[in-house]
């Protein structure tokens, strides 16, 4: 690992700690909500003064979309404000320091309608929820800096998978969480400047959860809407063929021994 101080935002939610705990990254900076907030530009000015910072990991979101769709004034807050005021620290920081700080951003296949499919990193962003929104505005600020990755994704967790049914007509390129953290270490170190999908084949929620808990149940994505507040994708699989180019590099096969 390159970079000798990275900083991780959101570091107590699930994706934080499976970054945490998989060991792929030295010198992480892991700061609680009170030692930074990222919706509060001064918590991020006092932190950044205070700490060398080499490389940022932002994982720090409001990615329920349950509650994003309740409280769109919270989702905008944290999602899209709280990133950008991570990216105005950034910028004041390299101006400080004479060099880039690469940023690492975490997204979501939500950016896409939904509808189609197989969506590549050029298809047209329009999002089918508040969710999507928020990180789509938060996408906007990462992109005017100049050594930054945007990672388009879904993730599940296959040791907790809590609901009894799933559906057999909703598709998506989900991958499991340890293979994201893995993920996010290979384009953290990376030359890649842009955005990129990261994703698995193309499966249902069903065919893909079914593998990991047997007792799960078949259902109809009409049947799962009738339970929820907020709009779903029928299918977010998306194009990751750029990501596999990079999976093919000699560099990554060695990685991902």
Same mark, same amino acid.
């Given at each position: !690992?390159k970079?000798?101080?990275?900083?991780?935002?959101?570091?107590?939610?699930?994706?934080?700690?499976?970054?945490?705990?998989s060991?792929?990254?030295? $010198?992480?900076?892991?700061? @609680? %909500?009170?030692?930074?907030d990222?919706? &509060?530009?001064?918590?991020?000015?006092k932190?950044?003064?205070?700490?060398?910072? /080499?490389?940022?990991?932002? =994982?720090?979101?409001?990615? %329920?979309?349950?509650?994003?769709? +309740?409280?769109?004034?919270? +989702?905008?807050?944290?999602?899209?404000?709280?990133?950008?005021?991570?990216?105005?620290e950034?910028? &004041?920081?390299?101006?400080?320091?004479?060099? #880039?700080?690469?940023?690492?951003?975490?997204?979501?296949?939500?950016?896409?309608?939904?509808? &189609?499919?197989?969506?590549?990193?050029? /298809?047209?962003?329009?999002?089918?929820?508040?969710?999507?929104?928020? &990180?789509?505005?938060?996408? =906007? +600020?990462?992109?005017?800096? $100049?050594?930054f990755?945007?990672?388009?994704? #879904?993730?599940? /967790?296959?040791?907790n998978?809590k609901?009894? /049914?799933?559906?057999?007509?909703?598709?998506? $390129?989900?991958?499991?969480?340890?293979?994201?953290?893995? @993920?996010?270490?290979r !384009?953290?170190?990376?030359?890649?400047?842009?955005?990129?999908?990261?994703?698995?084949?193309?499966?249902?929620?069903?065919?893909?959860?079914?593998?990991?808990?047997?007792?799960?149940?078949?259902?109809?994505?009409?049947?799962?809407?009738?339970?929820?507040?907020?709009?779903? +994708?029928?299918?977010?699989?998306?194009? =990751?063929?750029?990501?596999?180019?990079?999976?093919?590099? #000699?560099? @990554?096969?060695?990685?991902?021994?």
């Amino acid at each position: !690992m390159k970079f000798k101080k990275i900083l991780l935002t959101g570091a107590s939610g699930k994706l934080g700690q499976a970054i945490i705990s998989s060991r792929y990254f030295s $010198s992480l900076l892991t700061p @609680s %909500r009170q030692e930074l907030d990222i919706t &509060k530009s001064i918590s991020i000015e006092k932190f950044f003064g205070k700490n060398n910072i /080499d490389a940022v990991i932002n =994982c720090a979101a409001l990615a %329920r979309m349950s509650e994003c769709e +309740a409280n769109p004034d919270k +989702a905008i807050l944290v999602n899209t404000i709280g990133t950008a005021n991570l990216v105005i620290e950034t910028l &004041k920081k390299e101006s400080k320091i004479k060099k #880039s700080i690469r940023f690492v951003h975490i997204s979501t296949d939500g950016v896409y309608t939904g509808v &189609k499919g197989n969506y590549s990193e050029q /298809d047209k962003t329009i999002p089918y929820n508040k969710y999507g929104w928020t &990180k789509l505005g938060a996408e =906007c +600020a990462v992109n005017l800096l $100049s050594n930054f990755c945007i990672i388009r994704t #879904s993730f599940f /967790d296959p040791e907790n998978i809590k609901f009894k /049914d799933s559906g057999i007509d909703a598709y998506s $390129s989900k991958v499991p969480i340890k293979y994201l953290a893995r @993920s996010i270490a290979r !384009m953290l170190e990376h030359n890649f400047v842009g955005t990129i999908n990261i994703g698995s084949e193309r499966k249902s929620d069903y065919e893909r959860y079914k593998e990991f808990k047997p007792s799960l149940k078949p259902c109809k994505l009409k049947d799962t809407l009738k339970t929820v507040n907020f709009p779903m +994708a029928r299918d977010s699989s998306m194009n =990751c063929s750029l990501w596999e180019k990079i999976q093919l590099s #000699s560099k @990554s096969k060695q990685f991902y021994q």
